[in-house]
């Protein structure tokens, strides 16, 4: 099975930068994701890892190690509508192709 | 490009009445498909998941059950909900050792009373 944990919630403030981290237990692993969901909506695909290093996608960046099965989704120059809920999810290495979610990370970006 | 349809967005119902939820994947053959549940300020618990047509397996023991009759076609249904069954429904298409993750539906927020 898949353990995932991440903070509960962080704050920053707009034109910053904040890191919000994620740390996995697996069983099998074939990539780790990081979703974007805005209140009452569903989440959205932000990033994807599934070697070591970091994969820079415009204002957003992910890294990720293996060997410490850890994580982390870097925001920069933070804009009001970045404020979101940020979930990690680990895809398991079948064919089902099955992912796991953490209880997700609460960005409020203050003015 | 695939798109996924899931209906309907909001739904209220007493306890012990049925429920059926919908979702439909356009634009791609023999999908994988989920459903997950969100309970208020946590993550997505996987409840099914399917990797074809009339298969279905089951992540928690629980008072739902799930079918897929056509290749892009999986429902969500109850016979007699329970208070606890209330929460936040994703359908997902997604799965493959693709590079994007999961496509979301928008989701069916229920509400048992």
């Known amino acids: 099975g898949q353990n995932i944990d991440q903070p509960t919630e962080m704050t920053a403030t707009e034109g910053a930068i904040v890191q919000i981290n994620c740390t996995y237990q697996?069983?099998?692993?074939?990539?780790l994701f990081w979703y974007q969901q805005h209140a009452g909506e569903a989440p959205t695909f932000l990033s994807y890892?599934?070697?070591?290093g970091l994969e820079e996608k415009g204002r957003f960046s992910s890294f990720l190690s293996r060997s410490k099965g850890y994580s982390y989704l870097l925001l920069k120059e933070l804009q009001m509508k970045d404020s979101a809920s940020y979930l990690c999810?680990?895809?398991?290495?079948?064919?089902?192709?099955?992912?796991?979610f953490g209880d997700g990370t609460t960005l409020t970006v203050k003015p | 490009s695939q798109t996924i349809h899931q209906w309907p967005a909001t739904l209220v119902q007493p306890v012990g009445s049925p429920l059926s939820l919908e979702c439909t994947v356009e634009?791609?053959?023999?999908?994988?498909l989920y459903w997950y549940r969100q309970a208020a300020g946590r993550g997505l618990q996987l409840l099914f998941y399917?990797?074809?047509?009339?298969?279905i397996s089951s992540e928690v023991p629980q008072n739902l059950s799930a079918s897929r009759p056509q290749d892009r076609q999986f429902i969500l249904s109850s016979k007699k909900l329970l208070l606890s069954d209330s929460g936040f429904y994703l359908c997902?298409?997604?799965?493959?050792?693709?590079?994007?993750?999961?496509?979301f539906g928008s989701g069916t927020r229920l509400t048992v009373v």
């Open positions: 997902a298409w997604g799965g493959d050792f693709s590079n994007y993750g999961y496509t």
């Open positions: 697996t069983s099998g692993f074939n990539g």
């Open positions: 890892n599934v070697l070591d």
């Open positions: 999810a680990v895809r398991e290495n079948t064919n089902a192709g099955k992912s796991t």
């Open positions: 634009g791609t053959s023999n999908p994988n």
């Open positions: 399917s990797v074809g047509i009339g298969q």
